[in-house]
């Protein structure tokens, strides 16, 4: 059985930590996962700032990655089983946003329009949980949208208030890159229900 770094790195941590702490099962894999995504993350971003940087475009990409991850948290995205899957998509996506920002500037009535789209799919949709990690509580569902709801107003208000000239555009087309993504992993899900 072929075990990769990150799985190594996780799995002795996982003992290392049941010496001093008496975990569950549960427990235990939610701590696993936790480590995996961190370490998988971590070396992405590593390796997208190296390319970014020689192409002089590492603050944007950094930009950019922080309005992705403060959206993503709740709402969710298109995932790649693999890391090099992942990590090409990822590179396309924060490519296409550093490409479109430089040639098109998008109306204040298309970036309400997705400020409106952003808030239905959050007041029908989000958070968007996974096997792994999953949301029982109304309260904490509750305390997710009102999250989602404070970060994607932030960043609509950034674009229509504050940020002007090219850092305006690397957040128009950020938040309609990723919202075009959102949108496509949910008709992927719609389709596959109902085909079942």
């Not at 490409?99 to 204040?108: C, D, E, G």
Request: charged content about 20%; aromatic content about 14%.
């Amino acid at each position: 059985m072929k075990i990769n770094l990150n799985d190594s790195i996780s799995e002795k941590y996982i003992r290392l930590a049941e010496q001093y702490e008496n975990y569950s099962y549960e427990q235990c894999e939610r701590i696993k996962y936790a480590l995996k995504v961190m370490l998988n993350e971590g070396e992405k971003v590593l390796l997208l700032c190296i390319i970014f940087a020689m192409l002089g475009e590492c603050k944007a990409f950094l930009f950019s990655l922080c309005i992705v991850l403060s959206i993503r948290v709740t709402m969710g995205g298109m995932h790649r089983h693999t890391f090099w899957g992942c990590f090409f998509f990822s590179f396309g996506f924060f490519l296409s946003v550093i490409i479109t920002s430089r040639y098109f500037l998008l109306s204040k009535g298309i970036l309400v329009g997705l400020y409106i789209v952003y808030i239905a799919y959050i007041l029908l949709r989000a958070p968007i949980p996974s096997q792994v990690r999953p949301i029982a509580s109304l309260t904490r569902r509750k305390k997710l949208k009102g999250y989602s709801i404070l970060v994607i107003s932030i960043w609509i208000s950034a674009c229509l208030f504050v940020l002007k000239g090219q850092w305006e555009k690397y957040l128009e087309w950020t938040l309609l890159l990723q919202m075009i993504e959102i949108l496509v992993v949910e008709g992927g899900r719609y389709i596959c229900q109902k085909n079942k």
